[in-house]
């Protein structure tokens, strides 16, 4: 199929050093630019791209990458597979039949929206040194990322007590404690009214006390009780982490969680979007990335920031994600994922950073990692490694590099991220090429 047809830009054999980056690389496949040097690169408002095995001030670098493009023939040759290492804590799991009768309304379907696992990214989670899997999801009577869909998101889970191979039944997220049930399964939302959503790209993280800290976030209501848009944009959502902890025998998790961050519309109009968390060294600190929006609006686009200092309970005031320096990131309404490395232990962060000021969710280009400073809370901004960006000769300008997954070796430390390079091909239908980039750390 065209959709999956694209310029074939691959890197060839590779002479790895020690430090696991590329001393080498050789790049065949259509020409792509040039520096005066003759080397390979792809250019960017924001920086050059990563050449292979070029390592930065940071340490990182790119050891390969696999990119297709969208609106090119179809002779070019199939893309190679992702260089992704099995992970023992993110495991594969089988499939979630979808449809479902719905458990609500009587007579009706549910999509259902559950990863196949692999990635860090995926809601899948094993408990170390026990066979126990977590799986999360959602399901809505809608299609996903539509109105009709994301105004009824509901987030399910299922649990294995073998290493993820069988699972027991789906069943809703529901807070423990008096008053919270099918109908009203998390603080502040009412099923049939709004909705309460995980999505595949953040990481669950243990904490440091055992606990299972869920990224997750949901659709408020307005002072008239129906679903709250005070800058009419397409959705205005709120963060917060669900906080699971294991029965004793692991074959269920009671959930609780601590208080929505509390999105201010003045100064973020679409809410705070898909967060992301880190513990940081401090037991029970955690560190809160949510994504932002300026829908019709004069605002800057911006990445929020907040602390909990008692393992996701409350949080600090939100404020923009900067860099060292002080000066925020520009960056469109789309996720973001933190993470910290098993290798190294540092904080890596990835996502869009623009060069010039965004309108709602665009540009979402480039695409970049970066190392986050404990100390201060933001991205260090000479460790920022550009992975991607929009190529004029083949991407429109609503090319999107957005909505990937990150997958760890859990040996050796690298990051694939895997992402389809969204664009709109000659009849206008917004399609996929898929990519990825293959990230070592030091």
Request: charged share 20%; with cysteine.
């Amino acid at each position: 199929m065209k959709i999956w047809a694209g310029k074939w830009i691959a890197s060839g054999a590779l002479a790895v050093l020690a430090t696991g980056c590329v001393q080498r690389a050789e790049v065949s496949g259509p020409r792509v630019p040039a520096d005066a040097s003759g080397v390979n690169v792809l250019k960017t408002d924001f920086g050059v791209v990563a050449q292979i095995g070029a390592t930065n001030k940071a340490g990182l670098c790119v050891l390969d990458r696999e990119l297709r493009y969208l609106n090119t023939a179809n002779s070019n040759p199939p893309a190679r597979p992702a260089p992704i290492v099995p992970d023992p804590l993110r495991p594969a799991v089988p499939p979630v039949p979808s449809p479902m009768p719905s458990p609500y309304i009587a007579g009706i379907q549910e999509n259902v929206y559950f990863s196949s696992g692999h990635a860090l990214t995926a809601n899948v989670f094993r408990e170390p040194g026990k066979p126990w899997v977590v799986h999360l999801g959602i399901i809505s009577p809608g299609l996903g990322d539509t109105m009709e869909g994301c105004k009824a998101y509901r987030t399910w889970y299922r649990v294995s007590t073998d290493e993820g191979k069988t699972f027991g039944p789906l069943k809703p997220v529901i807070l423990k404690g008096d008053g919270y049930n099918l109908a009203h399964p998390v603080k502040g939302v009412w099923v049939a009214t709004n909705s309460y959503a995980v999505d595949e790209t953040r990481p669950i993280v243990r904490a440091s006390n055992g606990e299972i800290m869920v990224p997750f976030g949901y659709w408020p209501l307005g002072p008239d009780g129906k679903l709250y848009r005070p800058a009419h944009g397409f959705t205005y959502w709120d963060s917060g982490v669900l906080i699971g902890r294991w029965t004793p025998d692991g074959s269920d998790i009671e959930w609780t969680m601590g208080t929505w961050l509390g999105a201010d519309p003045k100064r973020m109009p679409r809410g705070l979007e898909e967060p992301t968390i880190v513990e940081l060294r401090t037991p029970g600190e955690f560190l809160l990335v949510a994504r932002g929006g300026n829908d019709g609006t004069d605002l800057p686009g911006r990445k929020w920031v907040t602390v909990s200092r008692d393992y996701c309970r409350t949080w600090s005031k939100v404020e923009p994600f900067t860099y060292t320096d002080g000066d925020p990131l520009l960056s469109p309404g789309a996720c973001s994922t933190l993470l910290r490395s098993r290798k190294n232990g540092r904080i890596y962060w990835i996502g869009n950073i623009a060069a010039q000021p965004t309108q709602g969710n665009s540009p979402r280009y480039p695409l970049v990692i970066g190392e986050v400073d404990e100390n201060s809370r933001s991205l260090i901004r000479e460790s920022v490694l550009v992975l991607d960006t929009r190529q004029p000769e083949y991407d429109s300008q609503r090319m999107q590099l957005s909505n990937f997954h990150v997958h760890e070796d859990p040996e050796s430390g690298r990051l694939t991220v895997k992402l389809s390079r969204c664009d709109y091909d000659e009849s206008n239908k917004f399609r996929g090429a898929p990519c990825w980039y293959l990230a070592g750390v030091p």
